[in-house]
């Protein structure tokens, strides 16, 4: 399936790539090796791009206080930092980069209520250095379960990434595994942990978001 956010670029992606084809064809004399090669080319690319905006189909069997992936990706960060801008305590953090070949949908980790949405304009470093948590255009997002445990979330463009979609408001119930928001074209996601809970992934670990358990409470 394709998600809706693609839908736009797909039609502007597909509309160009017929334009710049008949152009060429219609304005030079190309050889049919260089017309194949244009054709094809063009159709790797359209693949790549509905690819990049797939939205799988994946089933969730929620364990008691485990808090599970927001998104695909690779762990790069496992570490215990000083979360100031608005729990203001320690926090285990948990990032996961994600590259432009895995699904760019994020995921809720775990249910409870949305007490937090912020959005931030930034710079577009690349999501893989220290300061893009801090840096860069992000959403922060905070979570809280029914027993009062707050975890916070940011979604964080990249520097391909220019937009970054939230699907809640501040005040909403939210659903473990349901859809959170979209970022496109490379991005990375940060969670912000109790320091007590127990992690249960590895620094360099492939995630899959929805599916992937990435820490218990205690």
């Not at 089933?59 to 608005?86: C, F, H, R, W």
């Not at 659903?175 to 992934?201: A, H, T, Y």
């Amino acid at each position: 399936m394709i998600h809706k956010e693609g839908f736009k670029i797909i039609i502007v992606v597909l509309i160009l790539l017929v334009a710049l084809n008949g152009l060429l064809n219609g304005l030079l004399v190309l050889p049919q090796v260089v017309q194949v090669f244009l054709a094809i080319a063009s159709l790797l690319f359209l693949l790549f791009i509905l690819r990049f905006f797939r939205k799988p189909n994946r089933q969730l069997s929620p364990e008691e206080n485990v808090v599970y992936a927001p998104a695909d990706g690779k762990i790069v960060v496992i570490e215990e930092t000083m979360e100031e801008e608005y729990l203001k305590e320690k926090r285990i953090q948990i990032s996961i980069f994600m590259s432009v070949w895995d699904v760019h949908l994020n995921f809720f980790p775990i249910s409870g209520k949305l007490k937090l949405y912020r959005y931030h304009p930034g710079a577009y470093l690349v999501a893989r250095h220290p300061k893009s948590s801090v840096l860069n255009e992000r959403n922060t997002i905070v979570i809280e379960n029914e027993k009062g445990v707050q975890i916070l979330l940011r979604q964080i463009a990249g520097f391909v990434a220019r937009k970054i979609s939230f699907f809640s408001k501040e005040g909403d119930p939210v659903k473990l595994g349901d859809e959170m928001g979209f970022i496109k074209f490379g991005s990375r996601v940060d969670v912000f942990l109790p320091p007590e809970s127990e992690v249960l992934v590895k620094l360099g670990e492939h995630v899959t978001g929805k599916k992937t358990p990435l820490a218990k409470l205690k």
